[in-house]
């Protein structure tokens, strides 16, 4: 029996279990959407291809879960492209499938083919950041790759692949046993642990260290481990930093839960880790923004410090601290592992009453540090009141998303985030325009959740048409507009060290500018609201989550710098020896 490929590929992924595809419209790629039309997968229709990329990244961080993006030939790739490269830096496993130019006309620069270079070669834009691209040049072929495809995305290091494919290829027919073999194949990889003896030599470094403390990144997550942390850190009372990918992977409320290091950490988190003797890391690329530009005297002082790091990817291990014990290992496995043997080694476990009591007078006097600004209530508004309401009227399991800027800065070091996976930020791409539409994404995968949106006016900026995905799918995401007239945080760096704004401030005639982005939600049949007080925006923002309804809040904010008692060495590069960070800009 015979069928189309664009038939059977649909028939393949319900197979699979995928429940959403997330894309856009091209000549080269209808075969697949007049296929979905008769399927049980959801189509979600955007108005940017980056739009696309983003809800799928924020889709698969929510639901754990391969996402699928469906895009076109050419300018349809490329608008994707972005986002492809967001998710994967953060590791998110997403398989793109590509339209692509037909077979027969290689060579001769049909529509919209990118080839300055090389005949039949768009696939080769996403070598450098997905983990492998695939063009099919043989419709018999494609069952077998596409199977390839959603197996390397899941395993080893998670992250996107491209399956670029001719749309002649997906009007092609070949045989349904073709498809119907990859039945056969596993779709679940078992995961490398470790072995007893390792798991004691680490369980004996950490008990022998007077200072020992847990390192943890957004490998924790991926493993769907923060269970088996939570059950070690309890039993042998260890403190734990996260980086801004791991914040979530133990509550901010636990005892020993410390905070997020680097540039946009605490002097006391910075401190404890530079201090330590013994450090196991656990899924963590130890990135520059996290380590204090890798400077000894400011966050980790390796190998003064000696490091253990475990993570699924070789290749961070080593690759910007010298490591004494390294492990190649699934982090589920590994920690279930050392659970068993920590309790082995010490029965009983141990208490560091003392330690937890000075974590606990840290936390109070960082929060008490704050209270004169979540107090004020002048208006623009103070950042720190408006994370301190969000998360006051937030259920401790709803989802936040961000963009760049105070948004995600703040958010890392003064928002408390109470469960795994519920803070989705754009971390190794930093990506401006992520936030907007990952929280339709999220909000997809969990409906049940509450998802609010933290994003600046220059990141909603960048992709409002999520309003009308919003809109037409009926997906309830508040999103709060910290709207500060300006590429904020760029705009206090340059004024800092260059005494201008320019090019970083959003102005007419001289005065400071904003479109009413309340008015463009109406406009796209979306409640919005413009806060003219500071007291006016928690009564909104509780209105909002209780409309269940797409709602955007545009919100005035003081446009001031996120505090840091940390280090950036751009700042050293710009201004060498004077120690400059940022400064408030005033609109």
């Not at 889709?59 to 993006?69: D, F, G, I």
């Not at 790759?145 to 009007?171: C, H, T, Y």
């Amino acid at each position: 029996m015979k069928e189309l490929v664009a038939q059977q590929l649909v028939k393949y992924l319900e197979r699979r279990g995928v429940e959403h595809v997330f894309g856009l419209c091209g000549h080269t790629n209808i075969a697949v959407l007049a296929a979905l039309e008769k399927s049980t997968i959801k189509f979600v229709n955007v108005r940017h291809e980056q739009i696309a990329a983003h809800m799928a990244d924020g889709y698969a961080r929510a639901k754990k879960t391969t996402s699928v993006v469906l895009c076109h030939v050419g300018p349809g790739l490329t608008n994707a492209a972005t986002g492809v490269a967001n998710a994967a830096l953060d590791s998110i496993p997403m398989v793109v499938i590509a339209g692509d130019v037909p077979s027969h006309y290689y060579g001769k620069h049909p529509h919209q083919e990118i080839n300055l270079h090389a005949d039949a070669s768009q696939y080769e834009i996403y070598r450098p950041f997905v983990k492998r691209a695939w063009r099919v040049e043989r419709p018999e072929l494609f069952p077998e790759i596409i199977e390839k495809a959603f197996q390397l995305a899941e395993n080893g290091r998670p992250g996107p692949v491209l399956v670029s494919v001719p749309m002649d290829i997906f009007s092609k027919e070949i045989d349904v046993s073709l498809f119907e073999k990859q039945n056969y194949h596993t779709k679940t990889l078992h995961k490398p642990s470790i072995d007893d003896e390792t798991a004691k030599q680490i369980i004996g470094m950490i008990l022998r260290a007077e200072r020992p403390l847990f390192y943890v990144g957004g490998g924790i997550m991926l493993a769907n481990a923060a269970a088996e942390l939570k059950e070690l850190v309890d039993h042998l009372s260890i403190p734990v930093a996260y980086t801004l990918m791991g914040k979530g992977a133990i509550s901010d409320d636990h005892p020993l839960t410390l905070g997020m290091t680097g540039f946009w950490g605490t002097k006391f988190v910075n401190d404890t880790c530079r201090n330590a003797d013994v450090i196991l890391a656990l899924g963590t690329r130890f990135s520059e923004a996290d380590c204090s530009s890798w400077e000894s005297e400011y966050t980790f002082n390796i190998p003064t410090t000696k490091l253990i790091h475990i993570d699924i990817d070789p290749n961070e291990i080593g690759r910007n601290y010298p490591t004494e014990i390294g492990i190649v290992a699934d982090l589920k496995q590994a920690l279930t592992v050392l659970n068993r043997v920590a309790k082995e080694m010490v029965p009983r476990g141990r208490q560091n009453d003392e330690l937890k009591q000075q974590i606990a007078q840290y936390k109070q006097e960082f929060r008490k540090s704050n209270e004169e600004h979540i107090r004020n209530n002048s208006y623009p508004i103070r950042p720190e009141r408006i994370l301190q309401e969000v998360r006051e009227v937030l259920p401790r399991d709803a989802y936040i998303t961000t963009d760049v800027g105070w948004n995600k800065n703040g958010v890392g070091q003064q928002f408390p985030a109470y469960e795994a996976s519920t803070i989705l930020t754009p971390g190794g791409y930093a990506t401006m325009g992520f936030g907007a539409p990952a929280a339709l994404g999220a909000k997809i995968a969990q409906p049940d959740k509450v998802v609010v949106s933290l994003v600046g006016d220059g990141g909603f900026g960048q992709n409002p048409a999520v309003l009308a995905t919003a809109a037409e799918e009926n997906i309830p995401v508040v999103w709060v507009i910290m709207n500060n007239y300006a590429f904020g945080t760029i705009a206090g760096l340059e004024k800092a060290h260059f005494g201008t704004t320019h090019g970083t401030v959003f102005q007419r005639d001289g005065k400071p500018y904003s479109p009413d982005y309340a008015s463009i939600a109406r406009a796209y049949g979306i409640e919005g609201v413009k806060i003219q007080s500071a007291e006016e925006f928690k009564p909104a923002l509780q209105r909002a989550i209780e409309s269940n309804k797409p709602f955007v809040i545009d919100v005035e904010m003081l446009n001031v710098p996120t505090p840091t008692a940390g280090h950036w060495n751009i700042m050293d590069i710009y201004s060498p020896g004077k120690k400059v960070h940022h400064v408030s800009v005033n609109i």
